[in-house]
């Protein structure tokens, strides 16, 4: 953090990303973050129901998969993973408008969402690690499908137990994972459940740029 950030009493960064794939807790500690630092949050969910509001399927077919094919929630878990990474991959430029918009107006943010690809925003392979730049990350996962289960089966009891949902979400998790620490992004575990917050902030603070090479873009403007 800056002395100006001290004196204006900003946090260091200007967006913090709260990745994961769903029901690893990104929701409830983004909000206990944004609590603690006093900024608002952003969810990607709100970017995708703009984008549904102002296209067309055929503009932006991958953002609209699940509306116009509601039946694939069903397919195998494997196969939903495919679908979830094609659409990430079709939001990555929306997000990154965000991201740079915050950044530009030195306006801090927590976005927290499914869809955010680490690295994968600014179009290119991240460059050196940086612990100062504006754009910070953590990615959630939980590896135990009935874990993610019990949390579903929590938050929309009226469900009932959704495993299959719950190992879809495994998978990708897994998948954003292992991306995710191969772009030097942190990646922590959701239990337990009560220092959670903790965790995030020192793995964000000490963590790596999720977007590098915007970072070392507005470092040179």
Aim: net charge negative; aromatic share 4%; with cysteine.
């Amino acid at each position: 953090m800056s002395v100006t950030d001290e004196v204006r009493g900003l946090p260091g960064w200007r967006v913090l990303v709260v990745g994961g794939a769903s029901g690893m807790g990104k929701t409830g500690v983004s909000r206990e973050l944004a609590r603690r630092y006093d900024v608002p949050v952003v969810e990607v969910d709100d970017i995708v129901e703009a984008l549904l509001a102002v296209t067309l399927p055929e503009h932006l077919p991958d953002v609209h998969f699940w509306r116009t094919h509601p039946q694939a929630a069903g397919l195998a878990p494997e196969s939903v993973v495919e679908r979830q990474i094609a659409i990430a991959e079709a939001l990555a430029p929306a997000i990154e408008a965000v991201v740079a918009n915050h950044v530009d107006t030195d306006t801090p943010v927590i976005l927290e969402g499914d869809y955010v690809l680490p690295g994968a925003l600014s179009g290119v392979l991240p460059g050196p690690a940086t612990t100062e730049g504006p754009v910070r990350g953590v990615f959630l996962h939980e590896d135990d499908t009935a874990q993610v289960t019990a949390n579903y089966l929590r938050r929309e009891p009226e469900a009932g137990p959704q495993r299959h949902r719950a190992r879809a979400s495994v998978l990708y998790g897994r998948w954003l994972a292992e991306r995710a620490r191969a772009a030097g992004v942190p990646v922590i575990a959701p239990r337990p459940w009560h220092d959670l917050a903790d965790r995030a902030a020192v793995a964000a603070d000490g963590g790596h740029a999720v977007l590098s090479c915007v970072n070392e873009v507005r470092e040179g403007t």
